[in-house]
């Protein structure tokens, strides 16, 4: 049987990778009654009429999820740059027989009749707005992570959705692998005692944007008007204008709200939290590069919950990878892009290093339990939409805001925060969980060989809630909300 280092349990980045390594051995994909239980689900007689929505990067994933799947066929696709749209219209045609049709503005899809279901795949700051009148226009949606750009239009979804009665999907597709959904119910039946902290990390190598010296030119194949939508329709000041978004408040959440939403809302769901935090806290900037971005590259965020807590860390600079054998005498560190997740019982940890599984340890190091296995996300969400029943979803809308509010209210902590000089006597939290992070990123940082005598971090606001607002800080509450453009307003209810 295997065993763990001790040592490793003190060491969350080298306990996810150890994890990963014996992964590597014993996950699988799904079995014989599960892929019939997938084909039956895609066999009732009715074709579900869809359109993608956002096709250059995440969205080609929707197209190859529901082409020719599911009895499902993809009727139109919509992008604000046609440019993008040649891989998308190449796969349609290939499984349906038949190219889609383009159509370059949402709005003169989402009032067609004779679409059923709307794929969202688009930047972050258009997410909700689409999803909104996609439902109030009689579509079922199925919308990337994060679901919203800001908490109160997350919740404006859910609420759209709730009275329309249409069905809408997140996409954090764990929720639907088989590993994931084993090793939560593990946690939650007690198995490893009771949790009092889980750990969610997003370590992704994100280098620099560079830096312009003026306005750039959006490229002419794209529509810049209707591609800042909901957003202000200011100059472009980056060098690109795809994917880059995410760096930008404006329209993206940095990693908090790219990879790191994945194990946001795994870190959630394995504490068993419905609601949001009674306070967060967080501290972090931008380092070792000077470029047009402004989230933040390297972060850490404590969500107290009273009864446990959530601690969640991001960072975009490369470093030596904890995997063994990586490491180049001639190259130097290879990236450290590693995610996932620790759950801490008392009688043990639960740790996930992958979409897809993970493994269970007894506080003694020895493993309990090994979790395997994927799933099928658009094939759960296009059963629900023939059921016409959102319970039967595993990533329902509710679900997908309250992570996706996580990881704003962080980068609101952030933004409002103080920017202080780097103390090792000072420790920014009231967790040790959450200082044990800060004192790794020192250390991190210090690797690089950044001088922090000189460098200062944001030390964000220590914000309270109930229930979706913040007790009395009104700067705090005004972002919850942003500031919509004329004819893309967030609607009501």
Not at 448 to 458: C, P, Q, V
Request: aromatic share 8%.
């Amino acid at each position: 049987m295997h065993r763990i280092d001790r040592r490793l349990f003190l060491n969350h980045s080298a306990l996810l990778a150890t994890t990963a390594g014996m992964l590597q051995n014993s996950s699988r994909g799904l079995t014989a009654e599960e892929k019939a239980t997938a084909a039956r689900k895609g066999a009732a007689s009715d074709t579900l009429r869809v359109a993608v929505v956002g096709v250059r990067g995440r969205g080609m994933d929707h197209v190859q999820g529901f082409a020719g799947r599911h009895n499902c066929k993809i009727t139109h696709i919509c992008d604000a740059d046609s440019a993008v749209i040649g891989a998308a219209t190449k796969h349609i045609t290939e499984k349906q027989g038949a190219a889609p049709t383009f159509v370059q503005d949402i709005r003169k899809l989402v009032s067609d009749p004779n679409i059923d279901i709307i794929s969202i795949a688009t930047p972050n700051h258009w997410h909700a707005l689409m999803a909104i009148w996609a439902m109030q226009n009689g579509k079922h949606v199925y919308v990337e992570k994060p679901v919203s750009h800001n908490v109160l239009e997350g919740r404006r979804t859910v609420e759209v959705s709730r009275k329309t009665g249409k069905v809408c999907q997140t996409g954090t597709q764990s929720r639907s692998t088989k590993g994931m959904r084993d090793a939560i119910e593990f946690i939650h039946s007690g198995k490893i005692g009771t949790v009092k902290l889980a750990r969610g990390l997003c370590y992704k190598l994100r280098g620099s944007i560079g830096k312009v010296t003026g306005p750039q030119n959006p490229p002419k194949t794209v529509n810049y008007d209707l591609w800042c939508g909901p957003a202000p329709l200011a100059p472009l000041m980056r060098s690109k204008l795809h994917y880059d978004w995410h760096w930008v408040w404006d329209t993206g959440n940095g990693d908090l709200g790219n990879q790191g939403i994945h194990e946001m809302d795994k870190a959630r769901w394995g504490l068993n939290k419905k609601t949001l935090p009674n306070a967060v806290a967080s501290i972090g900037g931008r380092f070792g590069y000077t470029d047009d971005g402004q989230t933040a590259n390297t972060q850490v965020i404590q969500f107290d919950y009273g009864d446990c807590e959530l601690v969640f860390e991001v960072r975009g600079l490369n470093s030596e990878s904890p995997y063994p054998g990586k490491k180049s005498p001639k190259r130097g560190p290879k990236p450290q892009n590693f995610v996932g997740n620790v759950w801490y019982g008392s009688e043990g940890i639960v740790v996930c290093p992958s979409y897809t599984g993970g493994i269970a340890y007894s506080k003694d190091g020895e493993v309990i339990k090994e979790f395997g296995g994927g799933g099928d996300h658009y094939g759960n969400f296009v059963a629900a939409v023939r059921a016409g029943d959102s319970k039967l979803l595993n990533a329902d809308i509710e679900e997908g805001h309250l992570s996706s509010a996580l990881c704003h209210l962080g980068n609101i902590s952030h933004r409002l925060g103080t920017d202080i000089g780097f103390d090792g006597s000072k420790q920014p939290f009231t967790s040790a969980a959450a200082n044990d992070g800060y004192e790794a990123v020192v250390k991190h940082l210090k690797e690089h060989k950044l001088d922090l005598t000189t460098l200062k971090y944001s030390k964000g606001k220590n914000l309270k809630l109930e229930g979706e607002k913040f007790v009395g800080d009104a700067k705090a509450n005004e972002q919850l909300t942003r500031e919509y453009r004329k004819g893309f307003e967030l609607p009501a209810v």
